[in-house]
């Protein structure tokens, strides 16, 4: 089985700022994927990035980038200059890919507001 | 080209009845998931479709809960008869065969159960 936390519920960043998520994942399984993903008040689920588990580079994605830490089982997702538009719920998420089917688990998420 | 949409947005219904939801994912998508988010948890795994087969449906909850997908299009997420604890928002996700792993999500359904 795989787990995702995100042990920040909610925080507040600076308008042009850049913000750091924190998601920790555990899984047996060598061969997996992580995502992020965007819920803004509108409701709907963005996909935002993605990191392969045997990808050497950290993926990035015009102003996210993901820090993979593999050792530690972490994928922070970092967000460079903020923008107002930015304030949503960001939810990580693990696909293993040897397993049947393919089901992401995600974390609880993390409210971002981004000040003006 | 037209992202995975998903109708109604909202519906409140009591205790007792039924309610179907209506997922359409993205033309040419094969696989096609449900998940849901009550209350304070997280988003959870119902189920998902490869066509219109049943892939691996072990997040679905009880048997109150029927997914179908006709001819391997549209799904129904039908919940006979819902009880509180279902309220939530069900989403709905799509990917191709080729990349399943990248899944595009629909709006969600907003479920109130009074």
Same mark, same amino acid.
């Given at each position: 089985? /795989?787990?995702?936390?995100?042990?920040?519920?909610?925080?507040?960043? /600076?308008?042009?700022?850049?913000?750091?998520?924190?998601?920790?994942?555990?899984?047996?399984?060598?061969?997996?994927?992580?995502?992020?993903?965007?819920?803004?008040?509108?409701?709907?689920?963005?996909?935002?990035?993605?990191?392969?588990?045997?990808?050497?580079?950290?993926?990035?994605?015009?102003?996210?980038?993901?820090?993979?830490?593999?050792?530690?089982?972490?994928?922070?997702?970092?967000?460079?200059?903020? /923008?107002?538009?930015?304030?949503?719920?960001?939810?990580?998420?693990?696909?293993?890919?040897?397993?049947?089917?393919?089901?992401?688990?995600?974390?609880?998420?993390?409210?971002?507001?981004?000040?003006? | 080209?037209?992202?995975?949409?998903?109708?109604?947005?909202?519906?409140?219904?009591?205790?007792?009845?039924?309610?179907?939801?209506?997922?359409?994912?993205?033309?040419?998508?094969?696989?096609?998931?449900?998940?849901?988010?009550?209350?304070?948890?997280?988003?959870?795994?119902?189920?998902?479709?490869?066509?219109?087969?049943?892939?691996?449906?072990?997040?679905?909850?009880?048997?109150?809960?029927?997914?179908?997908?006709?001819?391997?299009?549209?799904?129904?997420?039908?919940?006979?008869?819902?009880?509180?604890?279902?309220?939530?928002?069900?989403?709905?996700?799509?990917?191709?065969?080729?990349?399943?792993?990248?899944?595009?999500?629909?709006?969600?359904?907003?479920?109130?159960?009074?």
């Amino acid at each position: 089985a /795989q787990k995702i936390t995100q042990t920040q519920p909610g925080m507040f960043v /600076q308008e042009k700022e850049a913000v750091t998520l924190d998601c920790t994942y555990d899984t047996s399984d060598p061969s997996y994927g992580l995502f992020w993903y965007k819920q803004p008040s509108s409701g709907e689920m963005i996909f935002l990035i993605y990191q392969g588990s045997y990808d050497q580079q950290n993926a990035t994605e015009g102003r996210y980038s993901l820090n993979f830490q593999k050792a530690r089982k972490s994928a922070n997702l970092v967000i460079s200059a903020s /923008q107002l538009g930015d304030s949503a719920m960001y939810f990580c998420a693990i696909l293993n890919f040897k397993a049947a089917g393919n089901k992401l688990t995600f974390g609880g998420g993390t409210r971002v507001l981004v000040k003006p | 080209e037209a992202g995975v949409t998903q109708f109604p947005s909202h519906s409140v219904i009591e205790k007792g009845q039924t309610v179907t939801l209506r997922c359409d994912p993205i033309s040419g998508h094969d696989n096609l998931y449900w998940y849901r988010r009550v209350m304070g948890k997280e988003i959870k795994f119902l189920l998902h479709f490869v066509k219109e087969s049943k892939q691996d449906e072990s997040g679905m909850p009880n048997n109150r809960f029927l997914a179908e997908r006709t001819g391997g299009t549209y799904s129904t997420l039908k919940v006979q008869p819902a009880e509180l604890e279902d309220s939530g928002v069900y989403f709905c996700a799509s990917s191709q065969g080729s990349i399943p792993y990248e899944q595009y999500f629909g709006p969600g359904t907003r479920l109130t159960v009074t």
